[in-house]
């Protein structure tokens, strides 16, 4: 990718495309389960969304892996990523006010790391 200088920056449009497109369903529901917004079933979120999320996110890393993985932003965002699917993987099916409240946090804590990978570029 770095040989093109529009690639890099179109996969990580589209992976900021997958991410809202992945978590807009997620943030939807878990304000319905502590009753800040009317509830609506989005439970169904689009495998699609994940996809294009989870590869994007590959391709962008293995853009430049050596420097991801030295950077203490990107390791922080990984654990909260397994994390928060974890969480979601494990708890969001029982749809309680603690499990919604800990799934934005951990979904707003991934974004926030992700942010932060830039600040701590090596």
């Given at each position: 990718m770095s040989e093109n200088g529009w690639l890099f920056p179109t996969v990580e449009v589209l992976h900021l495309i997958g991410m809202a497109w992945w978590l807009g369903p997620i943030l939807l529901f878990d304000l319905?389960?502590?009753?800040?917004?009317?509830?609506?079933?989005?439970?169904?979120?689009?495998?699609?969304?994940?996809?294009l999320?989870?590869?994007?996110?590959?391709?962008?890393?293995?853009?430049?892996?050596?420097r991801y993985v030295r950077n203490p932003a990107f390791l922080v965002k990984?654990?909260?990523?397994v994390a928060a699917i974890a969480t979601h993987a494990m708890l969001h099916a029982r749809e309680t006010r603690t499990t919604a409240a800990l799934?934005?946090?951990?979904?707003?804590?991934?974004?926030?790391?992700?942010?932060?990978?830039?600040?701590?570029?090596?």
């Open positions: 319905g389960v502590l009753g800040w917004v009317p509830r609506v079933d989005v439970r169904q979120f689009s495998r699609s969304a994940i996809a999320a989870l590869v994007t996110g590959v391709l962008l890393f293995s853009a430049n892996a050596e990984l654990g909260l990523l799934s934005l946090g951990l979904w707003s804590a991934v974004i926030l790391a992700g942010r932060a990978v830039i600040d701590f570029d090596a």
